[in-house]
């Protein structure tokens, strides 16, 4: 058996590692040398870093492949979550390393979601099947594996609203273009300002009734409908035909948000966040706040501002849920307006955050410890806002400068009342 080695590309304090000639045995990964292991690279977020085993092994050779990323993939049956925090980081690596348009066996320990969208839609984009180590009794040879997901993905809290890879790649353009292009879907060009509002968990039903007036009140003068990704649609296919054609798409945070990367160019994704109540939120048991001065608190919500704002192609508004604690007619439909004055005179918005995301970006470019307060707000699975709107959890008293966050606050004219603490 041929002897292993490794490629690594280091730069930014991102590491990606490319292996020549690694194997599965005996449901391990191994990395044949009698020499030095090779370093760790993380393989989720910022923490789960991963080598493979390394032992001078001598073994019959039962299958080949040529190329393979290696990485942990969970969640697969939330496409968002499948695509966005699992298949993305890891492509990032793959351009990196220049096989951004190679197929690619995607190679991990186990993976759930079977038969799920999420699972197809790997197994479409990669161009071959999925490999699990921990099922497979053969021996592999892979040629080439890709590894390092570079502390990238939806639930990896970075100082930069963009994630890594768009501004020095262009990785995220590259995913929606192959991912369009393996499912075998277009872009409509006509001009005929389609938009499309996604149903979402977080409506209340006060919040539909007021998206259904808005869309009575509208579709007399634009194509605009109301849809359900999960009953109107039988295939992720199907569910990117809608998108390609889409020019303004509009949801509340969540799996719905995950879909506007793959909006063409120029379109406009509106982000009607949510109200988060820390209390009596069943789906995160973990932002309840113990021994509570009050019932509840609550705070506006828009959670993926850095899908949202790596996918700068698309411009997002942002639905003011500071002065409209609910979705209601006239704001909705002066929204909507905007957006049609962006499509018409063909502009794309340069920022796509909103001011929670401004403030914390400001934060992190003053504060010495912001690196610790990234990876804190990531193990934890809090987003920014919970930060600067001082969720308890979030502020953590060792590295946290709480003067400077408020005084920041104050400069930006953030409204404060939504404080936690």
Same mark, same amino acid.
């Given at each position: 058996?041929?002897?292993?080695?490794?490629?690594?590309?280091?730069?930014?304090?991102?590491?990606?590692?490319?292996?020549?000639?690694?194997?599965?045995?005996?449901?391990?990964?191994?990395?044949?040398?009698?020499?030095?292991?090779?370093?760790?690279?993380?393989?989720?977020?910022?923490?789960?870093?991963?080598?493979?085993?390394?032992?001078?092994?001598?073994?019959?050779?039962?299958?080949?492949?040529?190329?393979?990323?290696?990485?942990?993939?969970?969640?697969?049956?939330?496409?968002?979550?499948?695509?966005?925090?699992?298949?993305?980081?890891?492509?990032?690596?793959?351009?990196?390393?220049?096989?951004?348009?190679?197929?690619?066996?995607?190679?991990?320990?186990?993976?759930?979601?079977?038969?799920?969208?999420?699972?197809?839609?790997?197994?479409?984009?990669?161009?071959?099947?999925?490999?699990?180590? =921990?099922?497979?009794?053969?021996?592999?040879?892979?040629?080439?594996?890709?590894?390092?997901?570079?502390?990238?993905?939806?639930?990896?809290?970075?100082?930069?609203?963009?994630?890594?890879?768009?501004?020095?790649?262009? =990785?995220?353009?590259?995913? &929606?273009?192959?991912?369009? &292009?393996?499912?075998?879907?277009?872009?409509?060009?006509?001009?005929?300002?389609?938009?499309?509002?996604?149903? +979402?968990?977080?409506?209340?039903?006060?919040?539909?009734?007021?998206?259904?007036?808005?869309?009575?009140?509208?579709?007399?003068?634009?194509?605009?409908?109301?849809?359900?990704? +999960?009953?109107?649609?039988?295939?992720?296919?199907?569910?990117?035909?809608?998108?390609?054609?889409?020019?303004?798409?509009?949801?509340?945070?969540?799996?719905?948000?995950?879909?506007?990367?793959?909006? &063409?160019?120029?379109?406009?994704?509106?982000?009607?966040?949510?109200?988060?109540?820390?209390?009596?939120?069943?789906?995160?048991?973990?932002?309840?706040?113990?021994?509570?001065?009050?019932?509840?608190?609550?705070?506006? =919500?828009?959670?993926?501002?850095?899908?949202?704002?790596?996918?700068?192609?698309? =411009?997002?508004?942002?639905?003011?849920?500071?002065?409209? +604690?609910?979705?209601?007619?006239?704001?909705?439909?002066?929204?909507?307006?905007?957006?049609?004055?962006?499509?018409?005179?063909?502009?794309?918005?340069?920022?796509?955050?909103?001011?929670?995301?401004?403030?914390?970006?400001?934060?992190?470019?003053?504060?010495?410890?912001?690196?610790?307060?990234? +990876?804190?707000?990531?193990?934890?699975?809090?987003?920014?806002?919970?930060?600067?709107?001082?969720?308890?959890?979030?502020?953590?008293?060792?590295?946290?400068?709480?003067?400077?966050?408020?005084?920041?606050?104050?400069?930006?004219?953030?409204?404060?009342?939504?404080?936690?603490?």
């Amino acid at each position: 058996m041929e002897k292993s080695s490794y490629r690594l590309i280091e730069t930014h304090s991102k590491r990606t590692i490319v292996y020549t000639n690694i194997y599965i045995v005996n449901k391990e990964l191994v990395y044949n040398t009698d020499k030095e292991s090779p370093p760790s690279v993380p393989i989720f977020g910022n923490k789960h870093h991963w080598a493979p085993k390394v032992s001078s092994i001598n073994f019959n050779i039962k299958k080949e492949i040529n190329l393979a990323c290696y990485s942990s993939f969970f969640w697969v049956q939330n496409i968002g979550h499948c695509l966005f925090d699992m298949l993305y980081p890891v492509y990032v690596s793959m351009v990196r390393a220049g096989y951004e348009n190679e197929d690619f066996n995607v190679i991990t320990s186990s993976i759930d979601g079977k038969g799920s969208f999420g699972y197809k839609a790997i197994e479409k984009f990669s161009g071959r099947k999925i490999i699990e180590s =921990s099922e497979t009794s053969e021996v592999y040879k892979i040629k080439k594996l890709v590894c390092g997901t570079l502390g990238v993905g939806n639930v990896v809290m970075g100082k930069n609203p963009i994630m890594y890879g768009q501004n020095e790649y262009g =990785s995220m353009t590259l995913f &929606k273009e192959r991912m369009m &292009k393996r499912m075998g879907v277009g872009y409509s060009s006509e001009k005929n300002n389609k938009c499309i509002i996604i149903d +979402n968990k977080r409506y209340s039903e006060q919040e539909k009734n007021n998206i259904h007036k808005t869309i009575h009140k509208l579709n007399k003068n634009i194509d605009i409908k109301y849809i359900y990704w +999960n009953k109107d649609f039988d295939s992720f296919e199907e569910q990117l035909f809608e998108i390609g054609k889409t020019d303004i798409h509009i949801t509340s945070p969540g799996t719905g948000m995950m879909y506007m990367p793959f909006l &063409k160019r120029g379109s406009i994704n509106i982000n009607l966040g949510f109200m988060e109540h820390t209390q009596t939120n069943h789906a995160r048991p973990n932002i309840k706040i113990e021994n509570p001065k009050k019932q509840n608190y609550l705070f506006p =919500s828009f959670m993926e501002q850095y899908v949202c704002c790596t996918a700068d192609y698309v =411009s997002t508004l942002y639905y003011n849920r500071f002065k409209y +604690n609910n979705i209601e007619v006239v704001p909705l439909i002066n929204l909507i307006k905007e957006a049609l004055v962006l499509l018409k005179h063909k502009v794309v918005l340069k920022k796509n955050y909103y001011i929670d995301m401004e403030v914390f970006k400001e934060y992190c470019s003053r504060d010495a410890s912001s690196d610790l307060l990234c +990876n804190h707000l990531t193990d934890i699975a809090f987003f920014p806002e919970m930060f600067v709107n001082e969720h308890p959890k979030a502020i953590n008293q060792e590295f946290v400068n709480i003067e400077l966050l408020r005084s920041i606050k104050d400069e930006l004219g953030y409204d404060r009342s939504y404080e936690v603490i």
